[in-house]
């Protein structure tokens, strides 16, 4: 099947839809749940629904959010349903909670190569290393993850293998990229715990069959395409800006991102950091052109940066990260750190304090030529020189005798690194996992020490986005 065979206007048409059906179903969760959530995080650990009736336990470990938003739309569909359910993050967990319920479902996403999600670190060193006693207690684990990775889903997988140690009862579906028969495959077995628990009623009024398709995707057309980094030795990186086809532009806030398929792939999503605030007027991406191992164009990056056309069509959803957003550190000092395509999560993050009338932000950036890669410079300079950004480092790994990463100029930085995170701020970290993102986590527990990092990640005042 060739690439002229696909982006016939007649094929372009269909695979347009099948991505807005599909998108609907693996992505519309965050609309959904967003509406429907009573509690804040804070809170999440109450018990809602019916209190005389069986209790669960739902937890979640997630990234990017997609685990949250299938942990609060299970919750939800099994109040609805007249059952009581505790919600709880991860790091939230403890072993009486567990003791306190014959059931538990467990949505869990694997990050980079076989890693917990950042949150779950205090759950990790702590209840994951233990040997409970569960006997009595019933598991179901959904596991999230890509296939793409070696160790896949492999967080779920242990966590799975730790309640059957435990001698609960733990049953383990795993799910690649949100695959929408293994979501399907969920969403029945959740059905049969909750008429199991809730016996004659249940029967009576069967759970909707599809709890979890909301659809929120939105085409929106591709208005504006800008190369921000010409004659560069590395990929070309566009800016691409995104208007709604119809109607005003969906809420998200700094740190989000949207989800979409390309019809050349309708089956797999890809997720791009947000790098506007509503105010700008459209959604930004930015995006890297890339090229696989073997020379040939990456399917997604390809269409978006060159299949495309300005003024066609794509449909997209706007997704909640919760794990990325300022959050609790709205009001703290923010040290930024990224590299390429990771300045999008950056630049929306200074450009949502910039509205708040913030300036106590510091961002540390890393690229490969002052002459050809010096990406959204004017917009940079314009907020250091109007005192809106604090401070502006930046690492050139093609500049001759000068060359260096993102992770040697904290390093050259590590006094004022510790000065800020005395004055309590929050670190906030986008771009690449391999080398830019590994290599800014050791540096950091270089300059801070491990136990130290690791409260940062435990309290959320260390947060990543990396990829």
């Known amino acids: 099947m060739t690439v002229e065979w696909i982006l016939t206007p007649e094929r372009l048409s269909g695979a347009t839809a099948l991505v807005a059906a599909y998108a609907g179903l693996c992505w519309g969760i965050a609309a959904k749940v967003r509406k429907q959530r009573r509690v804040e995080d804070a809170q999440s650990s109450t018990s809602q629904g019916n209190a005389a009736a069986p209790a669960v336990l739902v937890v979640y470990g997630s990234q990017t959010g997609q685990a949250e938003a299938l942990a609060r739309a299970t919750t939800q569909m099994l109040v609805d349903?007249?059952?009581?359910?505790?919600?709880?993050?991860?790091?939230?967990?403890?072993?009486?909670?567990?003791?306190?319920?014959?059931?538990?479902?467990?949505?869990?996403?694997?990050?980079?190569?076989?890693?917990?999600?950042?949150?779950?670190?205090g759950f990790v060193q702590t209840l994951l290393s233990a040997r409970l006693q569960l006997l009595q207690?019933?598991?179901?684990?959904?596991?999230?993850?890509?296939?793409?990775?070696?160790?896949?889903?492999?967080?779920?997988?242990?966590?799975?293998?730790?309640?059957?140690?435990?001698?609960?009862?733990?049953?383990?579906?795993?799910?690649?990229?949100?695959?929408?028969?293994?979501?399907?495959?969920?969403?029945?077995?959740?059905?049969q715990i909750r008429q199991s628990l809730m016996g004659e009623s249940a029967a009576q009024e069967p759970a909707p069959a599809d709890w979890l398709q909301t659809p929120v995707s939105l085409p929106f057309v591709l208005s504006q395409r800008r190369l921000l980094n010409p004659e560069s030795q590395g990929g070309a990186l566009y800016q691409l800006n995104w208007v709604p086809q119809a109607g005003e532009l969906p809420p998200w806030e700094s740190g989000d991102l949207v989800s979409l398929c390309v019809p050349a792939d309708p089956e797999r999503a890809r997720d791009y950091s947000i790098a506007s605030v509503m105010a700008d007027g459209s959604l930004q991406l930015l995006v890297r052109q890339s090229t696989r191992a073997d020379g040939s164009p990456g399917l997604a990056s390809d269409w978006l940066c060159r299949g495309m056309a300005v003024g066609d069509a794509l449909a997209l959803t706007v997704r909640a990260h919760s794990g990325f957003r300022l959050g609790d550190n709205a009001e703290r000092p923010l040290m930024l750190i990224g590299n390429g395509s990771g300045l999008a999560g950056l630049l929306s993050h200074i450009k949502a304090r910039v509205e708040q009338g913030r300036s106590d932000q510091w961002l540390l950036f890393g690229e490969r030529s002052p002459q050809h890669d010096a990406l959204c410079a004017e917009q940079l300079a314009a907020w250091v020189q109007g005192g809106q950004l604090a401070r502006l480092d930046q690492a050139w790994s093609r500049n001759g005798k000068d060359s260096r990463y993102v992770q040697d100029l904290l390093r050259s930085q590590a006094e004022e690194v510790r000065k800020w995170v005395e004055q309590g701020a929050a670190i906030y970290v986008c771009g690449s996992l391999n080398g830019m993102g590994q290599g800014v986590h050791l540096t950091l527990q270089a300059i801070l020490g491990e136990a130290k990092v690791d409260e940062l990640l435990g309290s959320g005042r260390y947060r990543r986005d990396v990829y």
């Open 137 to 191: 207690h019933r598991a179901l684990v959904l596991a999230l993850g890509d296939r793409e990775y070696q160790q896949f889903c492999a967080f779920g997988v242990e966590v799975h293998e730790w309640l059957q140690a435990s001698g609960a009862s733990s049953e383990l579906i795993c799910v690649d990229n949100m695959n929408a028969e293994s979501l399907q495959s969920w969403q029945a077995q959740v059905g």
């Open 81 to 121: 349903g007249g059952l009581q359910v505790r919600l709880v993050p991860v790091e939230k967990l403890t072993e009486a909670l567990l003791q306190q319920h014959a059931q538990s479902l467990w949505m869990l996403s694997t990050t980079g190569e076989g890693d917990a999600p950042d949150h779950a670190l």
